[in-house]
């Protein structure tokens, strides 16, 4: 590996399934130590990317670089890549270490020297008192920390995830994501992860990549891309509920920021619509010219205004206005 080859390179990648475009053009960078989130909703094409990557499917165009090293042409065991699949098959005869001593005893590792890479591993996700037990033993959030072990027993310079936490429940799953944050942070390897969930991808990476139909459609830092959606699609996509056709531009929309809305006096007497309660208080959706404006209410908020007309003033400068890609 280079010294200051990135983790991953995608030039141009494409595949298609008959007439179906699963990946269109797709170029994209990992560094080292660093985390990028592909994040798109379902059939968007993030696994078929992964799998192009693990080497599972064979790209029409485009080409795949780990460590600066053109892998395009090579079958997945020559890849050697740390892979995390959803569907973490551990094998049920062995014991947590010898599940991830296998990688590097394949790879031609003498006994000890598996075991010990795998001690090493184990120690990183935190299970090395359990190295002994079979996975049938262990908890479902334990088995994935066994299988996440394996790949970074392959110490590859690119680790590949997908959809890592989806069969773990909610506990887990936010226990996990914390944990992981930690790992990745500690790791000098770059890691692609697949998610289609927006939090995952915030909590997890540095970058994300959001992809529609086969294409990646915005990259950026995590915080950033949360901040400021480039499209309509995108903010609806991120969980943005206040977005409006522009009334005077056709094709743009206006994204309102909630943090950006002011409540109380000065402000507009908006009707309001309907009132839900919720975990963290109340959501209130009030008749807006733009539109049905959709806001959060602390407790203390939502006392305060109380009955049927609320005023508000989302100043026009915080508006965020961008292309209205939401059709098609
Ligand atoms: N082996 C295949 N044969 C035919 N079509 C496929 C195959 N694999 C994927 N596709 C199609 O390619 C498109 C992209 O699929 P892909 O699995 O990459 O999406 P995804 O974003 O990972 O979705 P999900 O989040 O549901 O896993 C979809 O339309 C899918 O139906």
Same mark, same amino acid.
């Given at each position: 590996?280079?010294?200051?080859?990135?983790?991953?390179?995608?030039?141009?990648?494409?595949?298609?399934?008959?007439?179906?475009?699963?990946?269109?053009?797709?170029?994209?960078?990992?560094q080292?130590?660093?985390?990028?989130?592909?994040?798109?909703?379902?059939?968007?094409?993030k696994?078929t990317?992964?799998?192009?990557?693990?080497?599972?499917?064979?790209?029409?165009?485009?080409?795949?670089?780990?460590?600066?090293?053109?892998?395009?042409?090579?079958?997945?065991?020559?890849?050697?890549?740390?892979?995390?699949?959803?569907?973490?098959?551990?094998?049920?005869?062995?014991?947590?270490l010898?599940?991830?001593?296998?990688?590097?005893?394949?790879?031609?590792?003498?006994?000890?020297?598996?075991?010990?890479?795998?001690?090493?591993?184990?120690?990183?996700?935190?299970?090395?008192?359990?190295?002994?037990?079979?996975?049938?033993?262990?908890?479902?959030?334990?088995?994935?920390?066994?299988?996440?072990?394996?790949?970074?027993?392959?110490?590859?310079?690119?680790?590949?995830?997908?959809?890592?936490?989806?069969?773990?429940?909610?506990?887990?799953? !936010?226990?996990?994501?914390?944990?992981?944050?930690?790992?990745?942070?500690?790791?000098?390897?770059?890691?692609?992860?697949?998610?289609?969930?927006?939090?995952?991808?915030?909590?997890?990476?540095?970058?994300?990549?959001?992809?529609?139909?086969?294409?990646?459609?915005?990259?950026?830092?995590?915080?950033?891309?949360?901040?400021?959606?480039?499209?309509?699609?995108?903010?609806?996509?991120?969980?943005?509920?206040?977005?409006?056709?522009h009334?005077?531009?056709?094709?743009?929309?206006?994204?309102?920021?909630?943090?950006?809305?002011?409540? #109380?006096?000065? #402000?507009?007497?908006?009707?309001?619509?309907?009132?839900?309660? !919720?975990?963290?208080?109340?959501?209130?959706?009030?008749?807006?010219?733009?539109?049905?404006?959709?806001?959060?209410?602390?407790?203390?908020?939502?006392?305060?205004?109380?009955?049927?007309?609320?005023?508000?003033?989302?100043?026009?400068?915080a508006?965020?206005?961008?292309?209205?890609?939401?059709?098609?």
């Open positions: 590996m280079t010294a200051a080859a990135p983790a991953l390179s995608l030039r141009g990648l494409s595949k298609a399934f008959g007439a179906v475009q699963a990946v269109g053009d797709v170029s994209l960078e990992v080292a130590g660093e985390t990028l989130a592909l994040l798109g909703p379902s059939g968007c094409g696994s990317v992964l799998r192009s990557v693990a080497g599972l499917e064979r790209p029409d165009a485009g080409q795949v670089l780990v460590g600066g090293r053109d892998v395009t042409a090579l079958p997945p065991e020559a890849r050697h890549l740390g892979l995390v699949f959803q569907d973490y098959a551990l094998f049920p005869h062995l014991s947590v010898d599940n991830v001593a296998y990688g590097p005893r394949r790879r031609g590792s003498s006994r000890p020297d598996a075991a010990q890479q795998a001690r090493e591993a184990l120690a990183l996700v935190g299970l090395s008192e359990h190295e002994r037990r079979l996975p049938a033993q262990l908890s479902g959030g334990q088995q994935q920390r066994v299988a996440l072990a394996r790949a970074l027993a392959t110490r590859s310079p690119l680790l590949l995830l997908d959809e890592p936490l989806s069969n773990l429940d909610e506990k887990l799953r !936010s226990e996990l994501r914390h944990d992981l944050r930690g790992l990745f942070g500690q790791l000098g390897a770059g890691v692609l992860l697949v998610t289609h969930d927006q939090r995952e991808a915030l909590a997890l990476a540095h970058r994300v990549a959001v992809m529609r139909a086969g294409h990646v459609v915005q990259e950026g830092a995590a915080a950033d891309l949360f901040a400021r959606p480039a499209t309509a699609w995108v903010a609806e996509f991120l969980g943005w509920t206040n977005v409006f056709a009334p005077q531009v056709s094709g743009q929309a206006l994204l309102v920021p909630e943090s950006a809305v002011q409540l #109380g006096a000065g #402000g507009e007497l908006l009707r309001v619509l309907s009132r839900q309660r !919720s975990e963290t208080g109340e959501t209130v959706t009030l008749a807006h010219p733009l539109g049905p404006l959709t806001l959060s209410l602390s407790p203390r908020e939502a006392a305060a205004a109380s009955g049927d007309e609320l005023r508000l003033t989302v100043p026009s400068a508006l965020l206005q961008v292309p209205d890609d939401r059709e098609g």
